[in-house]
Nanobody, 130 residues
Framework: QVQLVESGGGLVQAGGSLRLSCAAS????????MGWFRQAPGKEREFVAA????????WYGDSVKGRFTISRDNARNTGTLRMNTLRPEDTAVYYC???????????????????????WGQGTQVTVSS
């Protein structure tokens, strides 16, 4: 098993930036692909970004492409989501998640599926004011 803890959320003005971190503990972090999802009040959980186990492949949701960047440091058991040019519609609770089954060559459709992930953090609130 792996335990995940997100940090870095907060309140930011539109156009600003935030950096979210996901600290992993337990089983070796490099065994897992990592994803970021978000959920706004009254809405379903939405795919934001994912990165493969070794970090060689990344995928993004359409609404964040070109603005967000996902990365990971397996030596430090940490994942990061850098968010630039934030918009009010980015306001949500952001979750990191881990999937132990996906391989490097799997496509974005696989990693965008919330049901693929077995382990989830508690979430961190991101609020973007207009």
């Amino acid at each position: 098993q792996v335990q995940l803890v997100e940090s870095g959320g907060g309140l930011v003005q539109a156009g600003g930036s935030l950096r979210l971190s996901c600290a992993a503990s337990g089983r070796t972090f490099s065994y897992y692909a990592m994803g970021w999802f978000r959920q706004a009040p009254g809405k379903e959980r939405e795919f934001v970004a994912a990165i493969s186990k070794g970090g060689g492949n990344t995928w993004y949701g359409d609404s964040v492409k070109g603005r967000f960047t996902i990365s990971r440091d397996n030596a430090r058991n940490t994942g990061t989501l850098r968010m630039n040019t934030l918009r009010p519609e980015d306001t949500a609770v952001y979750y990191c998640a881990a999937d132990g089954e996906g391989e490097e060559y799997y496509g974005g459709t696989y990693y965008a599926d919330v049901h693929r992930y077995d382990y989830w953090g508690q979430g961190t609130q991101v609020t973007v004011s207009s």
